[in-house]
């Protein structure tokens, strides 16, 4: 089995920074491309940022030059660097990974639970 657990989420006043964490486990060999959703109230989920095996990086319009995503593939840990947080940056963000698991060797596609993050004075 394969699991994403984000972790790193909370409340924080604008123009702070946070920092999200997406720790995969279980049976994989391989992540393949990873990216990072998010999900405000009353709203579509929506792409952030999303990176490639490699480190190959791209992000929506929206979060350019605030955001940061990296992996760590010995550690299989994908990261979201989030500064400046605005107010509408508020949601639940998700990770999502297609991921080459050790059980059949297909590589299929995971979430994780999401983590909550709030930006507000």
């Known amino acids: 089995q394969v699991r994403l657990v984000e972790s790193g989420g909370g409340l924080v006043q604008p123009g702070g920074s946070l920092r999200l964490s997406c720790a995969a486990s279980g049976s994989i060999y391989s992540i393949n491309f990873a990216r990072w959703y998010r999900q405000a109230p009353g709203k579509q989920r929506e792409l952030v940022a999303g990176?490639?095996?490699?480190?190959?990086?791209n992000y929506v319009d929206f979060v350019k030059g605030r955001f940061t995503i990296s992996r760590d593939n010995a550690l299989n840990m994908v990261y979201l660097e989030m500064n400046s947080l605005k107010p509408e940056d508020t949601a639940v963000y998700y990770c999502?990974?297609?991921?080459?698991?050790?059980?059949?060797?297909?590589?299929?596609?995971?979430w994780g639970q999401g983590t909550q993050v709030t930006v507000s004075s």
């Open positions: 990176i490639t095996s490699g480190g190959g990086t």
């Open positions: 999502n990974a297609d991921i080459r698991n050790t059980a059949n060797w297909r590589v299929d596609d995971y």
